[in-house]
DNA sequence: ACCTGAACACCGTTCAAGT
DNA sequence: ACCTGAACACCGTTCAAGT
């Protein structure tokens, strides 16, 4: 399976013009228009061009290919919830273990269901392209943050820091997905929201 | 009142469907070599039929599309994982919730790493099409099973028994994916191995 | 009755030709 | 310098024509 380096992700022209920061706006509102609209198997090129305004030969100036065009697009989805989780690690810093993992698991389920209609779309395009290193990426980054943020918890005494951050976020990131695109009932995200947050308690609970 | 269908008219030898059911089994394998070797963006319908010896139009007689075939595959890998977990759980009805919740987690990540290669491969398929149906049979049925596990303990005593199996079934799914196929290497999956028995078990113990 | 593969509609991508 | 869209290679799927 061939990796594309991220090199050749990004947009191949960089807005300077204010015309051209306009035409990739309109692309990237476009794209989710479509995506909304049609769904992924009708997220084609000629769409999104059309639907934007612009000729086909116009997009592939700012984007050398599809995948760079979604790439982008989740790349600025995971930076909403990259923030929003940094602002949530803010308010938690110097609490106790419990309360903190307690927190983060909130923090992500609020981020994730808030506009769940959007984040499912975007989910929908992980499949269709490579986005192994985008997700591994954030999954490093939020373990990062969460060991941090254990490490400075009052009552704190982890054997492996970062291994307890890891799982944390291996557990709250994997289970919210998985419940959201393989059965996003009402009941499901009532219980997750509920136990969620207590399992991730117990563990860091046990483990301290 | 059921009458006789042509079909047991018919010679009793049928060297059609045995030829039949070779092809099927030809397609279903060239499908997963193809895979293997080319990747998912190479996994089309040409290349399954010459890799399997016949023609496209034979192809589609034994599904109706693409789609049809990988579901097929998925499937067949869905119900491999079903009958290691069904073992399991058989080996662990009437332990203590701590030891359920813990051996439920190491058979999970035992069925899931055996063959990486092959479980990795089919779970790319996944985001080609819509798999959300299937995963969520497969997850809910997970959770009746552990439900009923639960339930069975001898220190048993769930306030929601149900909500608490479908937390472990999203938690230890939805992590093992998580790693698996974001952030697969030596190191993560170690820890995942340490710790998400360790989290299962702290998370029953807790709300028992 | 069953298999074949050219043909069709559509996709992602390119590039000579315009402005 | 920048935009256009016909053209290209390839995809999933069909169906008239073979055997």
Same mark, same amino acid.
């Given at each position: 399976m061939?990796?594309?380096?991220?090199?050749l992700?990004?947009?191949?022209?960089?807005?300077k @013009? !204010?015309?051209?920061?306009?035409?990739?706006?309109?692309?990237?509102?476009?794209?989710i @228009?479509?995506?909304?609209?049609?769904?992924?198997?009708?997220?084609?090129?000629?769409?999104v061009?059309?639907?934007?305004g612009?000729?086909?030969?116009?997009?592939?100036q700012?984007?050398?290919?599809k995948?760079?065009?979604l790439?982008?697009?989740?790349?600025? @989805?995971?930076?909403?919830?990259?923030a929003?989780?940094?602002?949530?690690?803010?308010?938690l810093?110097?609490?106790?273990v419990?309360?903190?993992?307690?927190?983060?698991?909130?923090?992500?389920?609020?981020?994730?269901?808030?506009?769940?209609? &959007?984040?499912? &779309?975007?989910?929908?395009?992980a499949?269709?392209?490579?986005l192994?290193?985008? =997700?591994?990426?954030?999954?490093?980054?939020?373990?990062?943050?969460?060991? @941090?943020?254990l490490?400075?918890?009052?009552d704190a005494?982890?054997?492996?820091?970062?291994?307890?951050?890891?799982?944390?976020?291996? =557990?709250?990131?994997g289970?919210?997905? !998985?419940?959201?695109?393989?059965?996003?009932?009402?009941?499901?995200? =009532?219980?997750?929201r509920?136990e969620?947050?207590? &399992?991730?308690?117990?563990?860091?609970?046990?483990?301290?």
């Amino acid at each position: 399976m061939n990796r594309l380096g991220p090199t050749l992700l990004k947009p191949r022209k960089a807005p300077k @013009q !204010t015309r051209s920061a306009a035409t990739i706006e309109a692309i990237h509102t476009a794209t989710i @228009q479509v995506l909304l609209a049609e769904g992924v198997a009708r997220l084609t090129t000629t769409r999104v061009a059309e639907r934007a305004g612009v000729s086909i030969g116009t997009m592939y100036q700012y984007y050398p290919h599809k995948q760079a065009l979604l790439f982008a697009i989740v790349e600025q @989805q995971l930076e909403t919830v990259t923030a929003f989780m940094l602002a949530a690690a803010d308010r938690l810093r110097g609490r106790h273990v419990g309360d903190v993992a307690e927190g983060l698991a909130t923090a992500w389920l609020d981020v994730k269901t808030s506009d769940s209609q &959007a984040f499912r &779309a975007i989910y929908s395009i992980a499949a269709e392209f490579d986005l192994a290193e985008g =997700m591994g990426r954030a999954l490093k980054h939020m373990a990062e943050v969460m060991s @941090q943020l254990l490490a400075a918890a009052p009552d704190a005494n982890f054997e492996d820091c970062d291994a307890v951050a890891f799982m944390l976020a291996s =557990m709250i990131g994997g289970s919210v997905r !998985t419940v959201m695109d393989a059965a996003a009932s009402e009941e499901n995200l =009532m219980r997750l929201r509920r136990e969620l947050p207590l &399992a991730c308690r117990a563990y860091v609970t046990a483990v301290r």
